[in-house]
């Protein structure tokens, strides 16, 4: 018998478009509702309903937002032909806007403006004008007028210099629009030209070819970003009079409005190949580009909804392509480029305020991620697979003896190996500085170790962690 120990030093990260046989030992090739910052493996923290009420509707949730004021916070939900607004003197979701025909999630948008000296939520859905929502009267009306040449039919909405920016006009699909600079009596629901001064007045270009249509604008310091279907463009200057628009030459696929997410005064977005940002120049593949590749290649991003809370990325998609809501959260870390996921409940969307998380889910509940040890009651199921191991040699058998860690609560360890498999639970030593010795048995040239939650119980498993197993030749 020869025995010896490995060292499993942390745990990091989902990485499966490699070999796993070519995976670190601190990445798994499947894992999911795992915390791993600390290095130490935990539960994800789960979230709870913001208001017992479920949004009142019978048909598919498209969109949700929460709109910080100084009257409170607002709450709204869209689905399909309706914009709800939950009331909470009364505590229950009431209709607010009849939509004159269905509005789809990826052409709609929010933005918080100020319109002269009045605070206003404007509502963009690409099927009819705009509208402007008042947090002091919870009452909305339609944004512009035919006399401000504002009264327009827009998807895309944003704030650049202090203008707003408007695009995804049905009569003009490639058409970018900016309102009067505010100020000295003009506001940004006027986009007439000013006799003034072109520097001050509002306007508009048609950028590239009107055929390939806008899909998406983006605010950044020093520049708006114009996605359209085959093209992306930037616009640079503080002005019409110095306004540059210029095509950014970088191959990518486009992704949806929804999809795209600032961070640090850069742009990222997701596809269906991979992570990509926009760094002021041009588009990058993120250094984990393709690390979900199998995951994305095969699902739905159709509906994919993005949000940045902290330095954390996350974006909602349909693992199943047929599913009628995301039913799975990508976490994307950007300090620590590492990825990790998230199930057990469906985001129709999401949205961070305050700092925290939101999400409307395909049930009608709005919850905020705010650490709960469950999923608004439903169980966090935690599952992390270590890689295949072979430990260098195919050629010898492993026989597995025992795993010594550190940690609390009980975890479920399973041996998969070529000459069959064993499960055990183990309650972890809570004794500060104390380990806990897990039995094992499994024999095989190839190995793998899954550790997972007890009945969704909330556990952490410390690192590093040292495997004893014997290891021997096999008869020639």
């Known amino acids: 018998m020869a025995y010896q120990t490995i060292t499993l030093p942390s745990f990091s990260g989902v990485r499966n478009d490699l070999s ?22 935990t539960s994800a923290g789960g979230f709870s309903r913001v208001m017992p ?17 100084e009257h409170g916070d607002r709450y709204f939900a869209a689905a399909q032909d309706m914009l709800h607004l939950y009331d909470a003197t009364a505590g229950i979701w009431r209709p607010l806007y009849q939509f004159e025909r269905d509005v789809t999630g990826t052409r709609m948008d929010f933005l918080p403006a100020r319109i002269g000296t009045e605070d206003r939520l404007l509502i963009a859905c690409g099927s009819e004008p705009m509208l402007a929502f008042d947090a002091e009267t919870n009452t909305v009306d339609v944004f512009g007028t035919a006399e401000k040449q504002s009264y327009k039919t827009v998807s895309y909405v944003e704030l650049y210099f202090g203008r707003l920016f408007a695009a995804g006009d049905p009569a003009a699909p490639g058409r970018l629009y900016w309102s009067k600079a505010p100020g000295g009596g003009r506001t940004i629901d006027d986009w007439r030209a000013d006799a003034s001064s072109e520097n001050v007045s509002g306007g508009y270009v048609d950028v590239g070819v009107d055929d390939d249509p806008i899909t998406g604008i983006f605010a950044l310091s020093n520049q708006l970003l114009i996605f359209k279907r085959d093209s992306l463009y930037r616009l640079l200057g503080d002005r019409p009079g110095n306004y540059r628009i210029v095509a950014v030459d970088a191959s990518f696929r486009q992704p949806l409005h929804t999809a795209c997410v600032r961070y640090a005064d850069r742009l990222y977005f997701l596809t269906d190949g991979g992570l990509c940002f926009y760094d002021g120049q041009t588009v990058r593949k993120s250094a984990a580009f393709g690390a ?31 599913a009628p809501y995301n039913e ?24 961070t305020v305050h700092g925290a998380l939101y999400a409307l ?48 609560g009980r975890v ?3 041996v998969q190996a070529n000459g069959g498999s064993f499960e055990t639970q183990a309650l972890l030593s809570s004794v500060p500085l104390g380990v806990t010795e897990i039995p094992l048995r499994g024999v095989g040239r190839v190995f793998r170790l899954r ?15 040292t495997l004893l197993f014997d290891q021997q030749r096999r008869p020639s």
Request: glycine share 10%; hydrophobic share 45%; net charge negative.
């Open 20 to 41: 796993e046989g070519l995976l670190k030992l601190d990445m798994s090739p499947d894992a999911m509702n795992a915390d791993t910052r600390t290095g130490a493996l």
């Open 328 to 351: 799975t959260v990508i976490e994307y870390d950007v300090l620590r480029d590492r990825f990790m996921l998230r199930d057990g409940f469906t985001a129709a969307d999401l949205c």
């Open 361 to 408: 889910t395909g049930a009608g509940k709005l919850v905020v991620f705010d650490g709960n040890t469950s999923y608004d009651g439903d169980p966090i199921h935690v599952v992390w697979n270590t890689p295949a191991l072979d430990l260098g040699r195919k050629d010898v058998d492993k026989t597995l003896l025992r795993l010594t860690a550190g940690g609390s």
């Open 53 to 69: 009420a479920l949004v009142d509707a019978d048909t598919l949730y498209e969109r949700m937002y929460v709109y910080a004021t």
């Open 451 to 465: 550790f997972s939650s007890v009945g969704g119980a909330p556990f952490t498993l410390d690192a590093p962690m």
């Open 412 to 414: 479920a360890v399973r």
């Open 292 to 322: 979900l590749n199998p995951l994305l290649s095969g699902a739905n991003l159709g509906g994919v909804r993005a949000a940045a809370c902290g330095d954390t990325l996350y974006f909602a998609i349909r693992a199943r392509f047929d």
